[in-house]
């Protein structure tokens, strides 16, 4: 197999997942409109109820609205994640999906262009969304803005490759209302994204171990330090081996003699 | 003698214990329209998913053009052409964006796929809607536009499920003839499932399945003989009957 053939290949799989995205204009904007109205609403009206001590990355007291950007990145790149699950899902039912499996070229292969393609997506939605941060005052040293972007392709293939896993797992696209309840907020809530890790201790030590080990709250990290043109050793490894153990579950799911697809008859 | 594009050997496929497909055999040869007819719940379906390794069989052995689908996937796969019986075309993007997919994923070169798509639809005559929205176009146009990309990377097998159902008898007409006329003119070997029996000409093979098993398998002459029937509607009745030849 030429390796043209999967640049190819990868590259029309993610130009289609742009193209779609483009042409779904309505999708484009609720991306958008879901982080904003947190930060615009939420972070505004919490400004004087949390304060925020000065805690790395940051090295003087900041707003909010300033904390809670990185962890908007995260949410951005969480629902974009579920977003292509949900779409894997119902490509799934109408078929299209098969056109893709039927292709001459590694499953596991097909399924990494599939998530790559994800990835881009969500950096699409998050480069509008910082220049939207950046009209309101919330500013990043402009280097950050270079720093965050293979923090974004790694916490981005992580959470994309948690779609695809849960994606491999739902048989229907009505039972995705379940990933919503029992994966999105969750992960979302129980994570360093709207509070600071010390913030949670004071409260409860059992939510303070969760949002610890939740690995959308070590993605947040990641790109919170990255914005800061810092490196969170930590972050990162918690990140990636939680993108290796993600990604395995899924092709294994999507393997037609040893995964779901096997145990169910589907596809 | 003509290669044989389609090689399924002693199949059989369960789904939770139910048995699909029980000790599935027949090939079809390149030149030759095998019309592939069977009751729903026959497991032509089935049969599909397993010739485009959606699902795994564990007994058995079916090889494309002497690749073996199992062992030898990408291989296999790259000589064959599809069409589903579920739609699979991508309705927010043109014609045009949908076979330029296709072509990325089999490899073809921008300028060499640009060529083929418009060969393929020129014999459709659907080049002129190249940029319109699949959603805009009728289910007719829809599924000319599915053989057409089926084509693109010049199979040597093609799989149609049932891809005339649900269209008027002009667009069937029109898809009948033109896969015919493809045999014959490329060589090309085509795997054909349907319930309609007026869409299989005298010159095609016919394979009839009936619970998982194939009943007759061959050309239409030897399918006659067998059920000593003269019409195929009254083969297929015969031997999709309770206690039928086996």
Known sequence: MKVVHYWRAMWGIIGRELLRYVKQRERFIAALVRPLVWLFVFAAGFRSALGIAIAPPYDTYILYEVYITPGLIGMIQLFNGMQSSLSMVYDREMGSMRILLVSPLPRWFLLMSKLLAGVAVSILQVAVFLGIAWFYDIRAPWQGYLWVIPALILSGLMLGALGLLLSSFIKQLENFAGVMNFVIFPMFFMSTALYPLWKLKESSELLYTLAKYNPFSQAVELIRFALYQQFNQEALIFTLVSFLIFISLAILGYNPSKGMMKRKGKM | ?246
């Not at chain 2, 045009?96 to 393929?120: C, D, F, P, V, W």
């Not at chain 2, 959603?135 to 199979?155: D, M, T």
């Open chain 2, 1 to 246: 003698m003509n290669k044989i594009a389609l090689q399924v050997e002693n199949i059989s496929f369960s789904y939770s214990g139910k048995l699909a497909l029980d000790s599935v055999s027949f090939e079809v040869k390149n030149g030759d329209c095998a019309f592939l007819l069977g009751p729903n719940g026959a497991g032509k379906s089935t049969l599909f998913s397993l010739i485009t390794r959606l699902y795994d069989y564990r007994q058995g052995k079916i090889s494309i053009c002497g690749f073996d689908v199992k062992k030898q996937t990408t291989k296999a796969l790259a000589k064959l052409g599809v069409v589903f019986q579920q739609p699979t075309l991508d309705l927010d993007l043109s014609v045009m964006q949908n076979l330029r997919y296709h072509t990325a994923l089999h490899g073809i070169s921008r300028k060499k796929a640009r060529k083929r798509i418009q060969e393929e639809l020129e014999r459709f005559n659907m080049y002129e809607r190249r940029f319109e929205k699949i959603r805009q176009l009728n289910g007719g146009h829809r599924r000319r536009v599915e053989i057409a990309r089926a084509l693109l990377h010049k199979p040597s097998l093609l799989l149609l499920d049932e891809p005339t159902v649900g269209l008027d008898v002009p667009s069937r007409k029109s898809i009948v003839e033109h896969v015919h006329q493809l045999v014959a003119e490329r060589d090309l070997a085509v795997l054909w499932a349907s319930h309609l029996i007026d869409e299989i000409y005298s010159s095609d093979n016919l394979v009839i399945l009936h619970q998982g098993k194939i009943k007759a398998n061959g050309s239409i002459e030897k399918v006659l003989n067998l059920t000593q029937t003269t019409a195929i509607h009254e083969a297929f009745q015969r031997l999709t009957q309770s206690g039928a030849i086996a």
